[in-house]
């Protein structure tokens, strides 16, 4: 199984706003990402993650 993982909130002004709305979107939603793959028992042979930062 390959998973790629590219959904986030990525708007910086916002997460210093609401850091923790943030973490629970970004970080969070990576480990849900991992346990729905525990959960199904599937084999993950890769894992992307891809991350990018606003106004580079």
Do not use: D, W
């Not at 709305?21 to 199904?40: D, L």
């Amino acid at each position: 199984m390959l998973v790629l993982h590219a959904a986030a909130s990525a708007n910086v002004e916002e997460s210093i706003q609401n850091p923790i709305e943030y973490f629970n979107v970004n970080s969070m939603g990576t480990v849900r990402v991992g346990c729905e793959c525990a959960r199904r028992e599937a084999r993950l042979v890769k894992f992307f993650y891809k991350t990018s930062r606003e106004g580079e």
